[in-house]
């Protein structure tokens, strides 16, 4: 028998790995996925070398090996040992996100979906003389990089409508006449079979998609595809950025600013600064698509480490959508003015009249989900609020429920105050289905659909009702930031952003730049075919610069006044931060412990150039039924942040705190 060390994804403290006996005729190499014991369970792990020395414990047998054999290549643990470095987490948790389960692995060829299943939203790509004078300038950079085999970046800056996925499905083309693979990364499972058609429609046979809502078994027999080179192009979300590609030459990620490529829990990787690290690695070309960069994209271009590709104007010349900023301070608070309803302004109600005369189409944005946020008793003044989170309930009318949308609680809407008995309950705030309502008593013959998180549960229904849309079927299509995504619908003219600055004021540095994001984005849905595009845009603060900069579709002039402001306060892309959060039931405990970590850290933060900040409650202080705190470690330096890290990690995983849970987020996307 054999001895190996296996990664296994279990918590555990101070060892990453175990070792298991292992039969000397399996050739236990490294990478290999083995079906190991743990206690009384059986998992799968990774087999990280051979073991010399035999330790005095009872050492267990491996209980198992698939076959075929599913092992991850040298180039892949390596790329996973990085993650689990920089990141802060155990390899072992890494290897777990990254591989799938080898249950039910099979020899057999991967099934690229059926041409009728992604039609919904095809999108004919131009012939390459088609392309305009930009385009035709980004894919000769991309062509040049692709060539030399040496490792490239690039900003694909392009407008909303400008033909990025033009450009990059002709670079793809590319890398495939050199031999070479091509990722996709894309933030939303919704976006992959547009994506996937348009490589399609060009020509490209050997494809696939790879999400989280992939059956077991297809998961695997994509792996096993890329690895063996069966496949050309992937599609996929971002634990696709962990595929053991042959030959990987190109990785575009499409919409790089969204949060969506940032994994909320263990490991907390953001797929796109892994696949700017592996394309390093392997000599690939990287191509960061967006009409709105992150700051931290766009600083990288100033730094000089990444190239930067404009795409200016829309194709075809069309215009970019006006947008007109309307204000709703002095709408009346109770009753309706005429011609409107409380969030629906008299300029948008003539629009949308406008826009259904012209038999054109039209998207309503508003990124809260419910009826209302909060229900009041007006009598007592009591608030429903979730008992396990710090939050209130959100007021859905369509079942007629009170639901918690952190924990996932959720009570039955009765007519009268739990607390006091009074009937004279209030529906405050405001969300998409309250919208609903109101655009269906304002126009009763229009013919409107809702895309959002309820409405959407089903298995398949949010391509019926974008297929819908699209056919025309549809005259208002009404949502949250699903319908900001990267969608094309020639007939849409209008765009509504019924209250612009809801997130614009949280407690959180990016703030501002989600907000400028969501909002240029959804802009960006209007005109996109023949006709002009037109978009009204409701706000309480029209003279906010975030907002300013959205309604001009000023990425540049936004870019510049945050980063004065990130500057001063070393917020990224100026500084770089980690956040440890404390989170437990009882409440003395967290706030003992917080204590006592913010200790045994700043013994070592004394010795580097880092500053530690709390520790404090978090903005939203109790979740599941978890109190929360945090501690913010900031520093200039990157790499003095990571060398703070080798020696605060291990104090954190070696000591514990009872009923007490603490977690390390390299990179945060937001502090909430």
Request: hydrophobic content about 40%.
């Amino acid at each position: 028998m054999a001895l190996v060390r296996v990664a296994v994804p279990i918590p555990l403290a101070r060892e990453e790995s175990l070792v298991y006996e292992i039969p000397e005729e399996d050739t236990p190499e490294v990478g290999l996925r083995v079906l190991v014991p743990v206690g009384p369970r059986r998992v799968w792990g990774t087999v990280l070398g051979v073991e010399k020395t035999r330790p005095e414990f009872r050492v267990r047998r491996i209980a198992g090996i698939p076959e075929p054999r599913l092992v991850v290549t040298p180039e892949l643990l390596g790329l996973c040992r990085w993650v689990a470095d920089y990141y802060a987490a155990n390899l072992s948790d890494v290897l777990q996100a990254a591989v799938p389960s080898p249950i039910g692995l099979t020899r057999r060829a991967v099934r690229a979906p059926e041409e009728g299943e992604a039609a919904w939203l095809a999108v004919a790509p131009p012939r390459r003389e088609e392309l305009n004078e930009e385009q035709h300038a980004a894919l000769t950079a991309l062509e040049e990089a692709l060539r030399t085999r040496e490792f490239r970046a690039f900003l694909l800056f392009g407008v909303t409508g400008s033909g990025k996925t033009a450009v990059y499905l002709h670079a793809a083309a590319e890398a495939l006449k050199l031999g070479g693979q091509t990722l996709i990364l894309v933030p939303e499972i919704a976006l992959s079979p547009q994506t996937l058609d348009s490589f399609r429609r060009a020509g490209f046979e050997r494809v696939a998609l790879y999400h989280s809502t992939l059956r077991p078994r297809e998961r695997a027999d994509v792996w096993r595809a890329a690895a063996m080179g069966e496949i050309d192009l992937v599609v996929g979300t971002r634990s696709a950025v962990f595929l053991p590609f042959r030959n990987l030459r190109l990785v575009v990620v499409d919409e790089e600013q969204d949060g969506a490529y940032k994994q909320d829990d263990s490991p907390r990787y953001h797929a796109r600064d892994v696949a700017l690290v592996r394309a390093q690695r392997l000599g690939g070309t990287v191509i960061l698509a967006s009409a709105t960069p992150s700051l931290e994209s766009f600083a990288r271009v100033k730094r000089g480490q990444c190239g930067l590709l404009r795409l200016s104007r829309r194709i075809d010349g069309r215009p970019l959508p006006t947008v007109r900023i309307t204000d709703l301070r002095h709408r009346a608070a109770s009753t309706a003015p005429s011609g409107g309803s409380r969030y629906i302004t008299p300029p948008l109600v003539e629009a949308m009249a406008k826009t259904l005369e012209r038999r054109e189409q039209a998207i309503l944005f508003l990124n809260r989900r419910g009826h209302s946020t909060y229900l009041q008793c007006r009598g007592c003044g009591d608030v429903a609020r979730c008992k396990r989170c710090d939050v209130s309930f959100t007021v859905h009318l369509d079942d007629g429920s009170l639901r918690c949308h952190y924990c996932g609680a959720e009570r039955k809407l009765m007519p009268t105050c739990a607390g006091c008995g009074a009937s004279n309950l209030w529906f405050g705030g405001v969300g998409i289905q309250r919208i609903e309502r109101e655009v269906g008593k304002l126009f009763p013959e229009a013919r409107i659909a809702r895309l959002d998180f309820d409405a959407t549960r089903k298995r398949g229904s949010a391509a019926a009702i974008l297929s819908a849309f699209r056919a025309g079927e549809t005259d208002f299509l009404l949502g949250t930031q699903m319908v900001a995504k990267g969608f094309d619908f020639p007939m849409v003219t209008l765009v509504g952003i019924i209250v612009a600055d809801l997130q614009l004021y949280l407690p959180d540095f990016r703030a501002a730049e989600r907000t400028f994001q969501l909002l240029t984005q959804v802009a960006g849905r209007a005109g996109r075919g023949a006709r002009a595009g037109e978009v009204i845009l409701q706000t309480y603060d029209p003279d906010h610069p975030a907002l300013r900069c959205a309604a001009a579709q000023d990425f540049e002039m936004f870019f510049d006044q945050e980063a004065a402001e990130r500057m001063e306060l070393h917020y990224p892309p100026f500084g770089h931060l980690v956040e440890v959060e404390i989170r437990g039931a009882k409440k003395e405990r967290v706030i003992r412990a917080a204590g006592m970590i913010r200790d045994a850290l700043g013994v070592l933060a004394r010795q580097l150039d880092v500053e530690l900040l709390g520790p404090a409650p978090k903005p939203i202080a109790r979740i599941q039924g978890a109190e929360r705190w945090h501690i913010l470690i900031r520093s200039g330096s990157r790499k003095t942040l990571q060398a703070y890290l080798k020696g605060a990690v291990p104090v954190l995983r070696t000591r514990t705190w009872p009923g007490v849970r603490v977690s390390v987020d390299v990179d945060p996307r937001h502090v909430l």
